[in-house]
């Protein structure tokens, strides 16, 4: 920003009013013009590339339901690819619709992982390392992963009303608005410039009558005036013809004498910034003209009586009524407008393309991240999870059985949730929420020690009989 200013500081000090004719005295502007009527010329349509790999995202996914533990997945069938109807436990829910969406996208994950061949070097799992610690824990490394994968995808995909990405036609649409006064299907010189200039010099080179257009103030800094013995080439762009007819014919021809010139000059990479900093360089050459009775700001060669009118080899354009010198409403620059819309909807699409740079960026470091977990569990001797009765796993009481429940049910982290025994997460994708409950398991068993004994006689009831050892004893019963 700083460098720019700096740039448009130099130009604005450099030009200065001349009180006779000379040659080539608006070269500078006409340069700075004729690279934004290049750019406006040679700019392409071409969208820029948006691409997200979704194929690493469903990759990441279908490990993650590969890696999931079996008494869950084992909910979504292998047969074949299912659909909405098809979904399972979603009658209660009170998304429904969300609710099978995602059944069906975690049903075909898996049904296109099925095969070891799908999955990281072809590495099959066994079921008794999914349901090790080690297992459980890589599962929800991996949900994690898919998760973020998930997140960034969505992200770009999905856009809100009012906040879509603009499209290169329209900023080209609107950068040959402002060099040319309208969008250009037809690029050739003849063509280009077709704007009306109304019935006299000053009524085509003036800001609010009929100056319109960059092409056309080109036309007015570089073209002889009409004025008798005027012979300068105020330009050196080979447009020495007498500027004395302005119809949008007349206007098209002196632009054409100009074109081939004009489009041999050195232009910078398409981009928000350098339309910015053109734009800044044209406002740059703005000066003032004090008359007394009546102050001009200009960019040319202006003479002082006439101003940008024809006689004495005026070539300017007057562009008073956009200053505080017209003392009225001020007039926009129409090529100032139209410029900065082109920008902005440029840098709208600049932006989207380094968002999607980023994310196929992430989405690559995550699937590699992914293969990494899946083959370490894959080569990985594990710790088996104990079959021997434990806290997890005996028999307890229905009291028992609802205050671990109760326990479950408090956790909110999945990892708090799997370190107790008799807790599961009842969740693929997600490590915090109320997915904590009690396994099957433990809901229904109880302590036949606390009820009576195996034969089904309750105990105490037991212990009393045996103690009457004679049958006078039993009588009574």
């Known amino acids: 920003m700083h460098k720019t200013l700096e740039i448009a500081a130099v130009l604005a000090l450099s030009i200065t009013l001349k009180a006779t004719a000379a040659n080539g005295d608006n070269n500078k502007a006409a340069t700075i013009i004729c690279k934004i009527l290049k750019l406006a010329a040679t700019a392409s349509k071409t969208e820029p590339d948006y691409f997200i790999p979704q194929g690493d995202v469903d990759y990441i996914e279908g490990l993650n339901m590969s890696l999931a533990d079996p008494s869950w997945s084992s909910q979504f069938p292998l047969d074949s690819k299912k659909s909405k109807t098809d979904a399972k436990g979603c009658e209660k829910n009170d998304k429904e619709e969300a609710c099978k969406k995602q059944w069906v996208k975690w049903q075909n994950s898996r049904f296109a992982f099925k095969e070891d061949s799908a999955r990281s070097d072809k590495l099959p799992i066994s079921e008794d390392k999914l349901r090790s610690y080690q297992g459980q824990a890589a599962a929800m490394q991996l949900a994690m992963l898919a998760s973020k994968a998930q997140a960034i995808s969505g992200t770009l995909t999905t856009q809100k009303v009012g906040e879509e990405t ?171 407008t139209h410029l900065q819309t082109a920008a902005d909807k440029l840098q709208k699409i600049e932006e989207a393309k380094q968002r999607a740079a980023t994310a196929r960026h992430e989405l690559t470091v995550l699937k590699a991240q992914a293969d990494a977990i899946y083959k370490h569990i894959a080569y990985a001797t594990v710790q088996q999870t104990p079959t021997e009765p434990t806290s997890a796993t005996k028999a307890v009481s229905a009291p028992e059985a609802a205050k671990q429940k109760q326990e479950c049910q408090g956790l909110t982290k999945a990892t708090q949730c799997i370190e107790k025994g008799h807790c599961k997460w009842n969740s693929t994708d997600k490590t915090d929420g109320n997915y904590c409950e009690l396994k099957e398991a433990n809901a229904a068993q109880q302590q036949t020690t606390k009820t009576g004994k195996e034969d089904g006689t309750p105990k105490e009831e037991g212990k009393r009989y045996s103690e009457k050892t004679k049958q006078e004893d039993c009588k009574d019963g």
């Open 166 to 336: 603009p499209t290169m036609a329209q900023v080209l649409a609107s950068l040959q608005t402002a060099a040319f006064g309208e969008p250009k299907p037809d690029l050739s010189a003849a063509k280009l410039c077709t704007v009306a200039g109304g019935g006299s010099l000053a009524s085509c080179c003036t800001l609010g009558r009929n100056l319109k257009a960059l092409c056309q103030a080109l036309v007015c800094l570089c073209a002889k005036d009409g004025g008798s013995g005027n012979t300068n080439s105020h330009c050196n762009l080979g447009n020495n013809a007498q500027f004395n007819a302005f119809g949008a014919n007349n206007i098209a021809t002196h632009y054409a004498k100009a074109n081939t010139k004009c489009m041999l000059v050195t232009i910078p990479a398409l981009s928000s910034h350098a339309i910015r900093s053109l734009a800044a360089e044209i406002k740059a050459l703005e000066t003032p003209l004090a008359v007394v009775g009546s102050d001009k700001v200009v960019i040319g060669k202006a003479i002082a009586t006439t101003f940008c009118a024809a006689g004495g080899g005026a070539a300017c354009i007057d562009l008073t009524e956009a200053t505080a010198a017209h003392g009225q409403q001020n007039k926009e620059i129409p090529w100032e």
